[in-house]
Nanobody
Framework: QVQVVESGGGLAQAGGSLRLSCAASGRTFSNYDMGWFRQAPGKEREFVASISRGGGRTNYADSVKGRFTISRDNAKNTAYLQMNSLRPEDTAVYYC?????????????????WGQGTQVTVSS
């Protein structure tokens, strides 16, 4: 199985930017579609973005379209989430996840491999 570890979270001001990284190890990274999810206090975990194993197809939640960009570097076994124009409502723990399914729809059940999460806090 693949293991993933997130990094890059922290504190940002509204309108600012952060870049999250997701380092993978174990199985071949390019065999997995990758996704980012987030969970705010008192709320359910929600889909943020996903990227196909080759990087040619991406999918975003409406709430982050135009502000966040998901990417991956298979040579470095790493996926990224570039977050721009941050808003206080983006505050959450962000999780990286891997899916063996080709073209997952964003359901949590499609991603069996998860990291521990990284906190992102956006101040107004």
């Amino acid at each position: 199985q693949v293991q993933v570890v997130e990094s890059g979270g922290g504190l940002a001001q509204a309108g600012g930017s952060l870049r999250l990284s997701c380092a993978a190890s174990g199985r071949t990274f390019s065999n997995y579609d990758m996704g980012w999810f987030r969970q705010a206090p008192g709320k359910e975990r929600e889909f943020v973005a996903s990227i196909s194993r080759g990087g040619g197809r991406t999918n975003y939640a409406d709430s982050v379209k135009g502000r966040f960009t998901i990417s991956r570097d298979n040579a470095k076994n790493t996926a990224y989430l570039q977050m721009n124009s941050l808003r206080p409502e983006d505050t959450a723990v962000y999780y990286c996840a891997a899916s063996p399914i080709v073209g997952p729809t964003g359901r949590i059940s499609e991603f069996p491999y998860w990291g521990q999460g990284t906190q992102v806090t956006v101040s107004s």
